[in-house]
């Protein structure tokens, strides 16, 4: 069966600071995969989104970057966080007309 | 431009009675809808979906309406149920390379006992 897992759960970072969020799928190859962002209070905001190994398509200009070096990983990274980057984070995976399942996700408060 | 919208932040409902929740749709081309429920601090969970070419989708309490014409969609939950609490997204899909998922904004669905 497909899960997809996602660490850490929370973290907390200074302003400043670097980030990486990962993201494994397993039990399926070659899957679209997504990274979403839900800020308090807010919906879920489509970040980035990867048809496969290289690709990346961005659909909010921000502070963030998101990388997807092997078929099953993608990584959503910040050189910088500012204040605004906090949020909890959630990464996605497509799988049948039944839309996406979604990681766990992660909670980053930053201070 | 919001493109799937829930203009009800949040909705009240005394356990047993239904809950309806409502969303909003631009776009067109959007060719499957979808219902998911999230917890706190977790991932939202597929609830219930219906495809652009149906009008009502059933699963159990569960019952999703497509008005195509009004652009329109809704949950209904029947009996409501306390464990029923948490936030709903509608998200509707377009068909394209990235088959992309449009969320709207959640509405928070409280059952009080």
């Known amino acids: 069966s497909q899960t997809i897992h996602q660490w850490p759960a929370t973290l907390v970072q200074p302003v400043g600071s670097p980030l990486s969020l990962e993201c494994t799928v397993e039990g399926t190859s070659n899957p679209n995969l997504y990274w979403y962002r839900q800020a308090a209070g807010r919906g879920l905001q489509l970040l980035f989104y990867s048809v496969g190994i290289g690709q990346i398509s961005s659909e909010v200009p921000q502070n963030l970057s998101a990388s997807r070096p092997q078929d099953r990983q993608f990584i959503l990274s910040s050189k910088k966080l500012l204040l605004s980057d906090s949020g909890f984070y959630l990464c996605?995976?497509?799988?049948?007309?039944?839309?996406?399942?979604f990681g766990s996700g992660t909670r980053l408060t930053v201070v | 431009d919001q493109q799937v919208k829930q203009n009800s932040p949040s909705l009240s409902v005394q356990e047993g009675r239904i809950s309806i929740l409502n969303c909003d749709y631009t776009n067109s081309m959007f060719d499957y809808f979808l219902w998911y429920k999230k917890y706190p601090a977790e991932g939202p969970t597929f609830l219930i979906s219906?495809?652009?070419?149906?009008d009502k989708n059933e699963d159990g309490r569960f019952t999703v309406f497509l008005n195509k014409s009004a652009k329109h969609l809704s949950l209904h939950i029947v009996p409501s149920q306390p464990g029923d609490s948490a936030v709903y997204f509608c998200a509707a899909r377009t068909d394209n390379a990235g088959n992309m998922l449009t969320f709207g904004g959640g509405t928070r669905l409280m059952v009080k006992p």
């Open positions: 219906i495809s652009s070419i149906k």
């Open positions: 996605a995976w497509r799988g049948n007309l039944y839309g996406y399942t």
